[in-house]
T-cell receptor, first 111, second 116 residues
Framework: TQLLEQSPQFLSIQEGENLTVYCNSS?????LQWYRQEPGEGPVLLVT?????EVKKLKRLTFQFGDARKDSSLHITAAQPGDTGLYLC???????????FGTGTSLTVIP | EAGVAQSPRYKIIEKRQSVAFWCNPI?????LYWYQQILGQGPKLLIQ????????DSQLPKDRFSAERLKGVDSTLKIQPAKLEDSAVYLC??????????????FGPGTRLTVT
């Protein structure tokens, strides 16, 4: 069971455009991580958000953790072809010891 | 620093056959994870080891899947017998932290299994 639903599932945009990816759940998470995965490789960690309402910026990427710790978003400003990949949110439930990945958002940035 | 190593990278077998995957985590990492990633989906955690003990295997189909981590280092994941729905990428990851502290997981490149 994947407790984390991501939207949109697929996103194809032109270079220079902005975009937002959403990660939602009905459950509360201790923290949330965002990973990017490229074809033929394993996911690579981008950021971890821990506190409800927390906002973290990583160059052109802005990550937000919802106040209730049930959702998160990733905003990319001025997307570049190098941003192309599968974006995954993930985290442990506050009630247990299981780690869950989201359903994934496949991003393609067209030059 | 060497990353997480996995082998083989690709494997094609017929249903009802057996298959084994190998993972060598980053040196010094206490925790090792095996994930199953079906095409178009996010990874699903199958089993988590801390050193050579199993922390969680609640999503491992134990009638056909088994895993071990001898001496707290390398790990193998076995499927016997394989079914068509086992076709997926099997990812191994390791992390420095012990259970309860969810730090960065470092992933290997995965093994792509095709069951025909």
């Amino acid at each position: 069971t994947q407790l984390l639903e991501q939207s949109p599932q697929f996103l194809s945009i032109q270079e220079g455009e902005n975009l937002t990816v959403y990660c939602n759940s009905s459950s509360v998470f201790s923290s949330l991580q965002w990973y990017r995965q490229e074809p033929g490789e394993g996911p690579v960690l981008l950021v971890t958000v821990v506190t409800g309402g927390e906002v973290k910026k990583l160059k052109r990427l802005t990550f937000q953790f919802g106040d209730a710790r049930k959702d998160s978003s990733l905003h990319i400003t001025a997307a570049q072809p190098g941003d192309t990949g599968l974006y995954l949110c993930a985290g442990p439930l506050i009630t247990g010891n299981q780690f869950y990945f989201g359903t994934g958002t496949s991003l393609t940035v067209i030059p | 620093e060497a990353g997480v190593a996995q082998s083989p990278r690709y494997k094609i077998i017929e249903k009802r056959q057996s298959v084994a995957f190998w993972c060598n985590p980053i040196s010094g990492h206490a925790t090792l994870y095996w994930y199953q990633q079906i095409l178009g989906q996010g990874p699903k955690l199958l089993i988590q080891f801390q050193n050579n003990g199993v922390v969680d295997d609640s999503q491992l189909p134990k009638d056909r899947f088994s895993a071990e981590r001898l001496k707290g280092v390398d790990s193998t994941l076995k499927i016997q017998p394989a079914k068509l729905e086992d076709s997926a990428v099997y990812l191994c990851a390791s992390s420095l932290e012990v259970t309860g502290a969810w730090g960065e997981q470092y992933f290997g490149p995965g093994t792509r299994l095709t069951v025909t």
